[in-house]
């Protein structure tokens, strides 16, 4: 398994490959149990490790467990959404030599300074190692100093960044190591030291919460009819679906085919005498699958912006409030905020906002669960790829329904969900909640207001032709209408049916669907 790391970490073997090892490794090793005395007790240490509290993205924290595991750490994988006390309580029950968190969100990574200040505040001596996609080596080394910059005490077990498993497991090595782990801490304690002495810069930016300004997005844009007011569940044909699966993604970011190239790339896709190609392979689950049960709710409503906020009316009562949507605006920079996307409140004209949920069913995480609960670990990894894409390219076909719906260009405006930087406060999707009813398609909200089940994604649609992605950092307004990146009809997805099978006309859904599709992406 060293060897298979660091191929891995050379570029030379990618993660499918490795999980095939972990397999046959995990297999061999029960196999050979049989035959030798058991010491027991013996590991090479224990870790518990936990996707944190508000957080599902668990596949990373799995892979971490596998390789971990495999390379004969014992690890105590207490799962997803899992609160500060539980995971130091399993910390202390275990005896354990190590936690590790993971977290994908930019609001639940703030789990992880909670959970050192508690294991500080509670003298406890479990190094600590991080991971997940909202965090950085700086983050760590912020993280190390439990009360920020209020005092330079240091949590003394350690905080350790990790970029990817393997990663993970190098720190571990190091951590049960008594020389090397000395030399670890050592290291990660001069690099916070370094960057904290920085200097600060004073940021005298506005709050994003101030509205005394407001983007420069076009005003006089027209408004799109919607083909009904109200919230409709919309059946949904998963073939249909097919073509808006970002295989660019899938085959890339979730079946680890990143980074490799050239006549080795050709291959990794189309495949050979002995290996079933990623191209195959998706067609093959795609066709076999019975685990993926997609559900959908879309509502079109009347809004206004008011400021940061978009107020929804009730398309009963056009003029009564239902909620406001609230976002935040850039402090600097072109001065964006979400709600410029629709017509002012003040402009007398009502505006139309879409929004969306949708879930591809509880089964495909049952069966993710079990597969690696069963040491099936490189399945595992290609049934969570197609889950996440699927629930993906489920987003990405109704968004395309809506703008044929609302007659506009299929690359016009944009989808945004909450937890993006746009919208980056989760506990918004309560009022989406009480807008869709999406408990109605078997979509809840956990506490920490992540959505049930996993495989799911809620989003709003602005259908402004200026509307782009934009962070509190970054992106412009553009002076001309902002093409969107299409996945269905270009390399990256599926080829889209023939016009002669979108649904003639029928429903005023389908009349508006056909018309559109008529008129082509820039009609
Ligand atoms: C797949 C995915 C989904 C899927 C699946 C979710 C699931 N249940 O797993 C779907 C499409 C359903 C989804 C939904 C959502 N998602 Co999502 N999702 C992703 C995506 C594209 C990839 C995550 C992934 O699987 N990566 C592959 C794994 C293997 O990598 P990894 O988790 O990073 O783990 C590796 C390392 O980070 C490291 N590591 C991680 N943890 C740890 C821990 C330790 C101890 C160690 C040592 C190492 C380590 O090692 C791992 C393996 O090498 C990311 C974008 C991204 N690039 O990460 C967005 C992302 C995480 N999602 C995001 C959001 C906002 C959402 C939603 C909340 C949006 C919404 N409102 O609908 C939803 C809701 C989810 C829910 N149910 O609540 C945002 C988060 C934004 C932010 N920064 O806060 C991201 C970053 C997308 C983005 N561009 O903004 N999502």
Redesign the pocket.
């Known amino acids: 398994m060293k060897e298979v790391g660091d191929k891995f970490g050379a570029g030379e073997l990618i993660l499918p490959f490795v999980l095939q090892s972990a397999e046959v490794m995990k297999r061999a090793v029960a196999r050979l149990e049989n035959y030798l005395d058991r010491i027991d007790g013996h590991t090479k240490g224990k870790v518990v490790?936990a996707t944190v509290f508000g957080d599902?993205?668990?596949?990373?924290?799995s892979?971490?467990n596998t390789i971990l595991t495999n390379n004969g750490y014992t690890v105590i994988d207490l799962g997803k959404q899992v609160p500060v006390d539980a995971i130091i309580e399993a910390a202390v029950e275990n005896d354990a030599d190590a936690i590790?968190?993971?977290?994908?969100?930019?609001?639940t990574s703030k789990q992880m300074p909670i959970c050192i200040q508690e294991l500080h505040q509670r003298g406890h001596g479990f190094p600590v190692?991080?991971?997940?996609?909202?965090i950085n080596r700086d983050f760590g080394r912020r993280t190390l100093y439990p009360f920020g910059r209020e005092s330079d005490e240091v949590y003394q077990p350690g905080v350790f960044y990790?970029?990817?498993?393997?990663?993970?497991l190098d720190?571990m090595d190091a951590l049960v190591d008594e020389e090397a782990r000395a030399a670890l801490v050592e290291r990660i304690r001069g690099e916070a030291r370094d960057l904290r002495e920085k200097p600060v810069v004073v940021d005298d930016s506005p709050p994003t919460s101030d509205d005394s300004v407001r983007s420069a997005a076009r005003t006089d844009n027209e408004v799109p009819s919607a083909p009904f007011l109200g919230v409709r569940e919309v059946e949904v044909d998963l073939d249909e679906v097919y073509p808006y699966l970002d295989r660019h993604?899938l085959f890339k970011?979730?079946w680890g085919g990143k980074g490799v190239k050239g006549e080795a790339w050709r291959e990794l896709v189309e495949g050979n005498d002995e290996d079933e190609g990623f191209a195959p392979r998706l067609e093959r689950m795609w066709r076999e699958q019975d685990y993926l049960h997609p559900r959908a709710r879309l509502g079109y409503f009347p809004a206004n912006a008011d400021g940061n906020e978009l107020v929804v009316f009730d398309p009963e009562d056009p003029e009564r409030e239902l909620e406001r949507l609230v976002f935040p605006r850039q402090p600097k920079h072109d001065r964006i905020c979400l709600a410029d996307f629709f017509h002012p409140l003040d402009s007398g004209k009502r505006d139309v906002v879409a929004l969306q949920g949708v879930t591809v069913g509880p089964e495909v995480?049952k069966l993710i669960e079990k597969l690696e609960a069963d040491g099936e670990f490189a399945e595992q990894l290609y049934v969570?790829g197609l889950g996440?894409q699927s629930?993906?390219g489920l987003a990405e076909w109704l968004h395309s329904k809506a703008r044929r719906d609302l007659g506009i260009g299929l690359d016009q405006g944009r989808r945004y969900?909450?937890?993006?930087?746009a919208c980056?406060d989760?506990s918004e999707?309560e009022k989406v909640w009480r807008l869709l009813g999406l408990e109605e398609i078997g979509m809840t909200l956990s506490d920490g207001f992540?959505?049930?089940?996993?495989?799911?994604?809620?989003?709003i649609i602005a259908h402004h032709p200026q509307a782009v992605y934009f962070g509190m950092k970054s992106g412009f307004i553009p002076e001309e209408a902002a093409p969107d990146e299409l996945i269905a009809g270009t390399d990256r997805g599926g080829t889209l049916p023939p016009e002669s099978e979108v649904p003639d006309e029928g429903s005023d859904e389908d009349s508006a669907a056909a018309a559109n599709a008529a008129a082509g992406p820039t009609g």
Not at 56 to 61: E, F, L, N, P, S
Not at 129 to 134: F, H, P, S, V
Not at 162 to 167: S, T, V
């Open positions: 490790i599902v993205h668990d596949i990373g924290k892979l971490v590790g968190l993971s977290a994908l969100l930019v609001s190692l991080i991971g997940g996609a909202a990790c970029k990817d498993a393997f990663q993970g720190t993604v970011l979730h995480t969570h996440v629930a993906e969900s909450w937890g993006y930087p980056p989760q999707h992540a959505v049930m089940p996993e495989q799911s994604t809620v989003a």
